[in-house]
């Protein structure tokens, strides 16, 4: 049974998703502009509206590490932070995936500094993207929301346990109040479903062992078993996907499609910026032109094989990244490109940076990526709206 449709921003959103869900453990330190969340959160412990244990830390290091030693005792764990915090948790990230703790952190994607910004690019998200955590991409309130439910059935999947990032964008979605439809808390609970951890501490009948020294003789065969369980993690994902869809009414896929399969030329990109590309290509084709575009929801692990099968056969593919990469491609266009080479022919591809620290992207500038593209004027890379 679904509530009535209410007014929320993202980060009330997610608080919601969590009281709903009931973790154990909660352990957060502040900063801009994922604060709410935690504290909006926080007000839900004391009022005595979920049994969860709230950990205030202090710093963000701490922070990760309370969780990580929860969800390792056998606890279900959430987390939340941005920009520099996860930049301060990099140590833990790492030992968060090699322990194989499924917990759970909100991401309200901001620039990493310096200079120092406040505001919404994906710096964060990506520099922390080979570290061994799942990450789900938001377009709107409504599906940060549904994100937050939906990433501990994945993490906590006995072929994944791995922990998995939420991203929404900072102030985007973190601070706009858009209209979104919960759900029924028993709806959510039977679709969690009880925590059942896999090898926890605190199981004294069948004692285990985490964090030891692991030599040449292991740790290659442990770092494979993560990027197995996280090919497992894509068949998981679409099951959870398709179990989400019966509790909910919302479907989600890997990899969506907007006006792609007639199109002769799509774009690529994340978070909120596949709504707003949405409006470019509404418009484009009542122009005539043949335009969509492309979000993989899963960043990681990434849908390299329905990405690719997107891609195909289309004249041209420009590539948007938040994030700047300096002396290297930027990563999703590097993943897109490597992804589009298992294709007999490959599309011409394009980069596009844009959005850094905020900077605002309008239609008309999202426009522009396709008719470029159509006019041949696109190069191999491309900055979108930076003053030259």
Same mark, same amino acid.
């Given at each position: 049974m679904e509530h009535k449709d209410i007014a929320i921003n993202g980060d009330n959103a997610i608080a919601m998703a969590?009281?709903?869900?009931?973790?154990?453990?909660?352990?957060?330190?502040?900063? $801009?502009?994922? $604060?709410?969340?935690?504290?909006?959160?926080?007000?839900?412990?004391a009022d005595g509206e979920v049994n969860t244990e709230f950990v205030c830390t202090e710093s963000?290091?701490?922070?990760?590490?309370?969780?990580?030693? *929860?969800?390792?005792?056998?606890?279900?764990?959430?987390?939340?932070? *941005?920009?520099?915090?996860?930049?301060?948790?990099?140590?833990?990230?790492?030992? !968060?995936?090699?322990?194989?703790?499924?917990?759970?952190? !909100?991401?309200?994607?901001?620039?990493?500094?310096?200079? @120092?910004?406040?505001?919404?690019?994906?710096?964060?998200?990506? *520099?922390?993207?080979?570290?061994?955590?799942?990450?789900?991409?938001?377009?709107?309130?409504?599906? !940060?929301?549904?994100?937050?439910?939906?990433?501990?059935? @994945? !993490?906590?999947?006995?072929?994944?346990?791995?922990?998995?990032? $939420?991203?929404?964008?900072?102030?985007?979605?973190?601070? *706009?109040?858009?209209?979104?439809?919960?759900?029924?808390?028993?709806?959510?609970?039977?679709? @969690?479903?009880?925590?059942?951890?896999v090898h926890p501490l605190l199981d004294w009948k069948n004692p285990v062992t985490h964090g030891v020294?692991?030599?040449?003789?292991?740790?290659?065969?442990?770092?494979?078993?993560?990027?197995?369980?996280? $090919?497992a993690a894509l068949k998981v994902a679409e099951d959870v996907?398709?179990?989400?869809?019966?509790?909910?009414?919302?479907?989600?896929?890997?990899?969506?499609?907007?006006?792609?399969?007639?199109?002769d030329y799509v774009a690529v990109c994340l978070g909120s910026t596949f709504g707003t590309m949405k409006a470019a290509v509404d418009q484009l084709r009542k122009d005539g032109k043949k335009v969509g575009v492309i979000m993989p929801r899963l960043f990681r692990p990434l849908p390299s094989e329905k990405i690719a099968k997107a891609v195909s056969g289309k004249k041209g593919v420009a590539v948007l990244d938040k994030f700047l990469s300096p002396g290297s491609y930027a990563p999703m266009y590097e993943d897109v490109l490597a992804s589009a080479s298992s294709l007999d022919k490959m599309p011409k591809l394009f980069s596009y940076i844009y959005g850094l620290g905020g900077r605002d992207v309008k239609v008309d500038d999202l426009r522009s990526v396709f008719t470029d593209m159509i006019a041949g004027k696109a190069k191999k890379v491309n900055y979108l709206g930076v003053r030259l």
């Open positions: 969590w009281k709903q869900i009931d973790p154990d453990v909660c352990a957060a330190y502040p900063i $801009t502009p994922q $604060t709410i969340i935690v504290e909006r959160f926080s007000d839900y412990v963000e290091h701490s922070a990760l590490t309370v969780c990580i030693s *929860a969800a390792a005792s056998g606890a279900r764990t959430v987390t939340a932070t *941005a920009s520099a915090g996860l930049a301060y948790m990099w140590e833990m990230l790492g030992i !968060a995936s090699g322990l194989r703790t499924p917990l759970t952190m !909100a991401v309200a994607n901001r620039a990493l500094s310096a200079p @120092i910004n406040i505001h919404c690019d994906h710096g964060d998200a990506m *520099a922390s993207r080979d570290t061994g955590w799942m990450m789900i991409f938001a377009e709107n309130v409504q599906e !940060a929301y549904d994100n937050a439910i939906i990433a501990p059935k @994945i !993490a906590e999947h006995p072929d994944v346990q791995l922990p998995m990032m $939420t991203c929404l964008d900072g102030f985007i979605l973190t601070h *706009a109040i858009e209209r979104m439809t919960p759900l029924d808390s028993h709806a959510i609970k039977d679709f @969690i479903g009880e925590y059942r951890p020294m692991d030599g040449h003789d292991f740790y290659f065969e442990h770092r494979y078993q993560i990027a197995e369980a996280m $090919t996907f398709e179990e989400f869809e019966k509790i909910s009414g919302r479907r989600y896929d890997l990899v969506e499609e907007y006006m792609c399969k007639d199109a």
